[in-house]
């Protein structure tokens, strides 16, 4: 069983800043990938950004203003978000994708983030 919680999620004006926190527990033995996705309403789930051991992707949207890491000791990842505009809003998902012969995907509840103009 592994769980993944989020926190940090908020209102927040256009121009500003927030830092999302997701941790994993649980029976994680080796993690190939964490990252965020998130979905706007009415709208597809979409990449935000991914890591792994070796490397970062953003989505072309986010470049230059979300940074993703991770604490590997606490198997947490962080979304660091400046300069947030309206269209960031969505609700923000923590990913986390476990090692193995068939690779175990995860998904957190979801953490709501609204940017008002």
């Known amino acids: 069983q592994v769980q993944l919680v989020e926190s940090g999620g908020g209102l927040v004006q256009a121009g500003g800043s927030l830092r999302l926190s997701c941790a994993a527990s649980?029976?994680?033995?080796?993690?190939?990938?964490m990252g965020w996705y998130r979905q706007a309403p009415g709208k597809q789930r979409e990449l935000v950004a991914t890591?792994?051991?070796?490397?970062?992707n953003y989505a072309d949207s986010v470049k230059g203003r979300f940074t993703i890491s991770r604490d590997n000791a606490k198997n947490t990842v962080y979304l660091q978000m400046n300069s947030l505009k309206p269209e960031d809003t969505a609700v923000y998902y923590c990913?986390?994708?476990?090692?193995?012969?068939?690779?175990?995907?995860?998904w957190g509840k979801g953490t709501l983030v609204t940017v008002s103009s």
């Open positions: 990913y986390l994708q476990l090692a193995g012969l068939v690779p175990r995907h995860y």
């Open positions: 649980g029976n994680i033995f080796s993690i190939n990938a």
């Open positions: 890591i792994t051991s070796g490397s970062t």
